[in-house]
């Protein structure tokens, strides 16, 4: 009672606005519950849940996708969250999987009731790999700062550990053809591909932007102001029409590969300033030490200024790398690429379902899919920065 007290009916005023906004919550949450769980009519989903997830992507080729998801489960478990001290902390495995079991927990939730929209074949295997994954990265995660691998050279260890994932990645876009390729799986690929791609070139162009050399500041700021004042929209929208007045049509890249060309610059421009913002916060006493101790600039720069810049801008890269994330569904109407949201708009207007008000269904099954991605991205960051420091002294 003191709780509610001081926090919300210290005054009169504070009270009405608890009533009120307690009361829409409580509404809010009613419809939506009454939504999933009883007026919703889920078997649109459940009919079409390969479109939505994999499109007209082969049944015979579903193992390389399911191997790549896992891989990259692995990864992120094994490459990702390792403690700060970790020669004075023990391991407890039981605190190691509650905590994979609150990161991933949600993922997990969702694999759950994709198998349950789906039958329990592949999907049952598919979920049970990946908790394999997590839970065996995690092994290795504690395994990694102890003896022996606590000698192994940390960057050798992350090649080493995301190396499964690139191979059946790169196995994935060789053995399948792109224009089977639909659904979730290509917002997806379309994402990752498109993150590991823009963060060297948007590092790069930053430094260029700060460089010392003319030439080299007049390209990195030209390009950054060029890409950054043209909409995203405009970008998709040049690159599936006027392309081909610069490229013979029968050479021109397919419409997925230029919406990764188009993301990747785009988002470069954007992580160019993000990154120039964090060097802007280093202290100049630390670039004067570093030259005092003789360093050269390349020595300074990658050893002293660069790592803070990027620790310091942690939330506003994963920022981008989300809204990067969600800008996937542009391509759909910008190149005619059959990602999620237009096989959600598509499988409306089957025999079964057309003009039923199906779109609802299909619309909140798609946001749930992207709210999932993006919490577990955000999450991620906020435990990035707190194993990191940032923000503190």
């Known amino acids: 009672m003191l709780w509610l007290k001081r926090n919300l009916f210290r005054t009169w005023w504070d009270g009405v606005l608890t009533v009120v906004f307690g009361a829409l919550s409580v509404w809010v949450i009613w419809s939506l519950a009454e939504f999933v769980l009883v007026t919703g009519r889920w078997e649109i989903i459940e009919v079409n849940l390969k479109l939505l997830l994999v499109g007209r992507f082969p049944e015979e080729l579903l193992w390389l996708v399911e ?29 190691r999987i509650w905590d994979a079991i609150r990161r991933f927990g949600l993922v997990i939730a969702l694999g759950i009731t994709l198998v349950m929209l789906g039958g329990l074949e592949a999907s049952g295997l598919l979920m049970t790999g990946i908790i394999a994954a997590l839970v065996f990265g995690r092994i290795l995660n504690a395994l990694s700062h102890r003896n022996p691998l606590n000698k192994v050279p940390r960057v050798v260890y992350h090649l080493v550990v995301i190396s499964p994932a690139i191979a059946f990645i790169s196995l994935t876009l060789l053995q399948a053809d792109l224009e089977l390729w639909g659904g979730f799986l290509i917002n997806f690929y379309v994402a990752i591909i498109s993150i590991v791609l823009c963060f060297p070139l948007g590092v790069l162009l930053a430094l260029g932007r700060k460089s010392t050399l003319p030439v080299v500041r007049l390209i990195s700021t030209t390009y950054i102001e060029l890409i950054r004042g043209a909409p995203l929209f405009v970008l998709l929208l040049l690159s599936g029409v006027a392309l081909e007045f610069f490229i013979p049509s029968d050479t021109a890249p397919g419409s997925i590969a230029r919406a990764v060309t188009v993301f990747t610059i785009f988002t470069a421009a954007y992580l160019a300033e993000i990154v120039r ?11 004067e030490a570093g030259k005092a101790l003789g360093l050269s600039t390349v020595k300074i720069t990658f050893m002293i200024t660069l790592p803070q810049a990027l620790r310091n801008v942690i939330p506003a890269q994963i920022g981008q790398f989300i809204s990067l994330f969600k800008d996937t569904t542009l391509a759909g109407a910008a190149l005619s690429v059959l990602e999620i949201l237009r096989v959600g708009e598509a499988i409306t207007k089957q025999d079964d379902f057309l003009g039923k008000g199906y779109i609802y269904e299909t619309l909140a099954f798609v946001a749930l899919l992207f709210w999932v991605g993006s919490y577990v991205m955000s999450r991620e960051s906020q435990r990035l920065e707190k194993r990191l420091g940032v923000g503190q002294r």
Do not use: Y
């Not at 913002?277 to 670039?287: C, N, W």
């Open 67 to 95: 191997a790549s998801i896992m891989a990259i489960a692995f990864w992120l478990a094994a490459a990702l969250g390792g403690a700060r001290n970790p020669e004075a902390t023990p391991v407890r495995w039981g605190a």
């Open 277 to 287: 913002g964090g060097l802007q916060s280093i202290p100049k006493g630390q670039i």
